[in-house]
């Protein structure tokens, strides 16, 4: 079976803090896709990052990075300077190889206060 | 491009009556899905499609039907609306390599859906 877990229900930071969101994620499969999207107050989904199962490298784009550790089945996703903008709630989500199902998480609701 | 488009955005059923939210992408993307996102659940897999003719069931498929005619429509009926159906409901399509997975996916805008 397959699952993600996001722990952090709603998380409150002040602008210009450091936050990391968790991903844990569950498969049996060795290959895997694990992505992040974000879902801003007026409800739309915005995809920001793919990453497979054979690439552990870190990514960063801006503000954002991201952290990938098959030892611990984590995903983080971590945003720098955070921004009043960047309030949201943050899906992660994973499908294997060889399916056509996406699991998503509960997502984490982030909010960044002025 | 429109992207991934979806209709209503807001709709009011009474318990027992059958509706269609449409989807439709103008991408030529073969992997459609809809799912529907409730408050603390995230978002649950009802339906998706690999392609125009086939279509399978995801996490939450009770109460919904699916058909794909098209590539770029993909449909989801309620047979016999329910509250427990109230949520807030998105269409997304993406690419579909050979041989593997979908990549990242495209939403639509949601439909809010309340079922009294």
């Known amino acids: 079976a397959q699952k993600v877990t996001q722990a952090q229900t709603e998380i409150s930071v002040v602008e210009k803090e450091d936050v990391t969101l968790d991903c844990v994620y569950e498969t049996r499969d060795t290959t895997y896709y694990l992505f992040w999207y974000k879902q801003p107050p007026s409800g739309e989904l915005v995809f920001l990052i793919r990453?497979?199962?054979?690439?552990?490298q870190n990514e960063i784009s801006g503000r954002y990075s991201w952290n990938f550790q098959k030892s611990t089945s984590s995903f983080n996703f971590t945003i720098t300077a955070s921004q009043v903008v960047d309030s949201a709630v943050y899906f992660c989500?994973?499908?294997?190889?060889?399916?056509?199902?996406?699991?998503f998480g509960t997502g984490t609701r982030l909010k960044v206060l002025a | 491009n429109a992207g991934v488009t979806q209709t209503p955005k807001f709709q009011v059923l009474k318990t027992g009556q059958s509706m269609t939210l449409q989807c439709a992408q103008d991408?030529?993307?073969?992997?459609m899905s809809w799912y529907r996102q409730d408050p603390g659940m995230g978002l649950r897999l009802i339906h998706y499609?690999?392609?125009?003719?086939?279509?399978d069931q995801g996490e939450v498929p009770n109460g919904y039907n699916v058909s794909r005619s098209t590539t770029e429509d993909f449909p989801l009926r309620l047979l016999s609306a329910a509250p427990s159906q109230t949520s807030v409901y998105f269409c997304?399509?993406?690419?579909?390599?050979?041989?593997?997975?979908?990549?990242?996916?495209?939403f639509g805008p949601g439909t809010r859906l309340t079922v009294l």
């Open positions: 989500a994973l499908i294997a190889s060889g399916t056509y199902k996406y699991i």
């Open positions: 990453r497979n199962s054979f690439d552990e």
């Open positions: 499609s690999v392609g125009a003719g086939i279509t």
């Open positions: 997304a399509s993406s690419y579909l390599p050979s041989g593997g997975p979908p990549n990242e996916q495209f």
């Open positions: 991408m030529n993307h073969e992997y």
